[in-house]
């Protein structure tokens, strides 16, 4: 490739002006002139039976044009209630009770009426006697025999080495070595249990629905989602409507994070708006955002590991005990990938995954991950500290490189680990001493991302202009991106490029927004729709100029024949041909469901000070560097390190749900504390390019792994500078203080 | 939010007859920082809210030369942090103002609607309460003036009636001699609530003998509080760091801070006694320095 002119750029953001100037339209502006307000009746349990549930008053209150409850919708699923029970524990989604409630939160009713007040005043004519049972919030205490059972009748079969609860829904196990030999021939062995909180994806922009009903039954969704196709699945799945009557039209997202992955209020939405003949407008308050979203997972992880004396790893194992809340979700081997990052010739580790009564967990920005590094990331760290090792050297010393097996056994590609240690080795706060009375601390991460599945369409219109349509709905600036790569591809200023996210009607199919896969997989499939218009360009420049195509030439919007330049003939000449019937249009395609496994790697530095009278930590400095593959567009991707950042450090630092008695007590912004710009100093990014085989230009997955390390980067930094190993999050000085009191020095 | 009926009054007049006539169903709305949370939660139901902000009275900041400030009580917080002498007159006001919620809160937020809503934690009250200010009600038998310190009934409780309103603290102009020091702790730099808050303020003789001492403190009791025993402590002593540390640790005594989400109560009483020492080492230090 020669040298590139728009991709690499940093290109401004082409949906920035609209959401600068409140003119983007997302979920809850969408009004539709008759659509119905509504309410949702939420649990104030943690753990109850449902003896009776009576909405026969809300039916007929003033305003009120549909109520719909648990039973609703298992009939809208054509299930009765002991098929329901039945399923229950393999049902991700729970979007309303039934028999029981198994979180406080879980929703249990909805109205719709003419106007909020009337819906939620209609709430109140609801009647429901709970009886009440045990609940239980601790993931420890869950997976105990003889905790409170959510699902009683679960028929997992778990063969644990030690005796489970039933709450117990998944165990995994990965093995590799003789993990006894491994112990044995190791220096020093060291095992700690680390514990991270429940915490929430934090974004902006809270759920909002709206869904209508045509005449023929034909319904239309407009949702915030990271994927369209996504939320049309969930939809049709629960309510058995066939795709040809689902269209989905995503609106601009205010964050996701992983927490608009799948539908969530969408199915609720739909239904109501079937029952009451009229459109319905569903909208999420920070509250129950907070309380009946999908928050992260917390993980108790007991880790133990072998070194020898110079610092090479010789056997790792341990126990992950994953908090799932009310129903069993996916789990992704975090722990596995946490250690994944270093030559372990002995491993074995155990998953738990339990459920507790707490809102379901769904993804959050490289799900678990985040946790299991805390574990593994902190583990290193004390063995450095051990050996009297420098941090960075006991990492290098272990990493990873080109060909290296995975504990799954499948080869390393070319990788940049190396790179981007040695990138913060050379930099000044690496090299560099701290200044008096601060610490660092230094953790890594690393995120492959999966390909799954996208297309783009790619037209060249009558003047010459380019649009392109695609199903992935942008959240990070993928619009931007891809204009890009259609402006790079051809020669094209951005202005000569219009990018579209269609809806599951207009656009071809798109998974998901998210998991770092978006610029990878849909930057190939734009790429190969460049690719099939080119073809077609050519074919017809060869044809107009009476030329074979392989002695064709291109710059400057114009193909010429070999050596005559003078007589050429534009893409506009091209395209304007292309319409009225005087000839074929032209619209490429492309798409990609496959891509080489590609990770990519993190390395943190926290530099912080810690005021040993209150416990407070202050982050004085904070450099995020990461083998982003190639920049596409460094302001984006350094957007991306630096956001990560943050939300790891407030994980670390200050933010967590607080259950008492199965209740939440700060579903709010208050006292759920995200950090902001005021207790935060820049983030430097630092991006190391070591390009992927497969990544369009190169590039590979950037959204995920820079939230991996913080946790562990801060802790590490806590640690070292109280001398007071830290192995539970969050670190707020109240923590931090009891630490030093435990040890006589607060 | 629950309907309700919105009044916008220019009179005191007419603000008390409002008042009158809703009985017990008005609210009274200044920056409404915390009113409309409440509001949007519903945790209060009224069924008429008077805004406040265009009485004349309760927009006064006026600083009358050697007796005091005149702070209407709707004036904004950052009308406040602008006034000129503000932070040479009262710094400890300055320093609890510039630290409360954030810039957009501070912008809407005032020091009346701090005060009332009565929050044991409210970030005004201590140096008020260090200031001796005094509050200036107004209600349907005419105006009456209490100190600051009977104002605090309990949480979110205050001495107003229901027919009365705040119309003005009043805040004596504290000796030239005086040093004061506010400190607050929070988990976050902005936006967050107070785990403890501290306000000193010394009036400092000869030889560093301590004529009088006022130490507030607030989150750690029902409603903010004036830490007497640290101040008879203080009172007619040369301070050093010892007569410190025991004031702090009498001020820590004095505070009965309760277990909530934001910290338990035995961190907010060893921080009650951290803060104290560091306020009122901070007042020795600002009186040693020229
Ligand atoms: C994000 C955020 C951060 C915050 N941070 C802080 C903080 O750091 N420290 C802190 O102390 N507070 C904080 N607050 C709370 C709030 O901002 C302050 O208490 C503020 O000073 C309230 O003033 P206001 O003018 O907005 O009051 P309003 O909301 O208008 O009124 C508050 C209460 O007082 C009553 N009231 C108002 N004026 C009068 C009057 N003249 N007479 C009688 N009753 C009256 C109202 O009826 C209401 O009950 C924060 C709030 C938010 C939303």
Redesign the interface.
Known sequence: MSKPKVVGQRVPRVDVPDKVTGRAIFAADVAISNALASAVLRSPHAHAKIRRLDVSRARTAEGVAAVITGQDLLQAQGLTMEEARRLRPALRQHYLAWDKVIYAGQAVAVVAATTQEAAQKALGLIQVDYELLPSVTDVETAMKPGAPALHPNLAVRISAKVEVSDNVVMRTEIRKGDVAAGFAQADIVLEETFRTQMVHQGYMEPHAVTASVAADGKITVWTTTQGSFSIRQGISQTLNIPDSQLRVIPTEVGGGFGAKAFTLIEPLCVLLAQKAGRPVKMVMSREEEFIAATPAPPVVYRLKMGATRDGRITAAEGTAIFDAGAFAGEMAPSAMDSLALYKVPNLSLEHFQVVTNKPPVGAYRAPNHPQGAFASESMLDMIAQSLSLDPLELRLRNAVQDGDATPDGVPLGRIGFKETLQRIREHPIWREKPKAGRSRGLACGVWTPAALTSTAQLQVTPDGSFALTMGSVDITGVRTTMAQIVAEEFGLDMKEVAVTTGDTDTAGYADVSGGSRTTRTTGTAVLRACQDVKAQLRERAAAQLRVSIEDLEYGDKKFWANGSPKTSVSIEAIAGKAVFGRGDVIVGHGQCSRLGREPAYAVHVAEISVDRETGQVQVERYVAAQDVGFALNPTLVEGQLQGSAVQGIGWALSEGYVYRNGILQNPNFLDYRMLTAADLPPIEPVLVEVAAPDGPYGARGVGEPPIIPPLAAVANAVSRAIGIRITSLPMTSEAVWRALKARGQA | ???FEYRRPKTLRETLRLLAAAKDGAKLLAGGTDLLIQLK?RRTLPSLVVDIKAIPELQRLEHVSQRGLHLGAAVSLNRVLDYPLLAQHFPILAQACVQLG?LQIRSRASVGGNLCNASPAASTAPSLLCLKAQAVIAGPGGRRRILLEDFFQGPNQTALGKDELLVEVFVPTPSPSSRGCYLQ?T???????P?VNVACLLTLGRGGRCQQARVALGAVAPTPIRARRAEALLEGHALNSQAIQEAAEAAAKESSPIDD????AE?RR??VK?LTRRALQSCLEEAASP
């Open positions: 939010m629950n309907p939660e954030s702790l988990q976050r730099q902005e936006m967050d609530i785990m989400v934001r910290a338990s961190y060893e921080m951290v």
